[in-house]
């Protein structure tokens, strides 16, 4: 089945940390998500994070979109702090204005609705594209030490049910791996246009 894609969000949570992560590959990789969207007539709008942001405006952005999709490196196992006050501030007002969801679903007129049935984004997808130091190899895989048998999906939970708790639906996110040991940048750069192409269902 194939997604009406007209309007996608970008959020580019990078953090800068000078000698660390200077920020070039997830900048590539924001402009891959946006060129490849563009080429098929969506309308694409950025956050970068770290410039700074109009709270009402970031809200009004998720209503608009159909898709959005968060660009971000990982910082010990999390995206940068900047992301999550960026989620605790448009989510909150999100919720305050009764635009994102109205209330966690349950009710005592209704006790037999779930806790997170309560979300208004219903019909918008969600993803998430992550630059790591971890290895492919790391997940999946219940003998490596750190994340048993998880996969990047597992660990991102906590991430990825902020939307779904408002009604999103959550894609299969991408990963680059290895970015600082073993980088395979242009493998990489193709392997998210494969993937933007399959889980949206955007026919070449």
Known sequence: M???????????????????????????????????????????????????????????????ADLIIVQSPVYWFGLPWIYKKY?????????????????????????????????????????LSLTWNAPKEAFGDESQVLFGGKTVDDVFVANTANYKFCGADILPSFSCHDVMKQPDIENDKARLRAHLAKVTCIDY
């Open 2 to 64: 194939k997604h009406d894609i007209k309007h996608v969000l970008i959020i580019h949570a990078h953090q800068l940390y000078e000698g660390i992560s200077a920020g070039n590959l997830n900048r590539s990789m924001a402009d891959i998500i946006k060129t490849e969207f563009e080429h098929r007539d969506a309308q694409v709008r950025t956050t970068h994070i770290a410039q700074g942001y109009d709270i009402d405006a970031e809200v009004q952005h998720h209503l608009w």
């Open 87 to 127: 989620i605790d501030e448009v989510f909150t007002a999100g919720m305050l204005q009764q635009s994102f969801l109205d209330g966690d679903g349950r009710s005592r007129e209704n006790p037999d609705r779930q806790y997170g049935s309560g979300g208004k984004l219903q019909g918008k997808k969600y993803m």
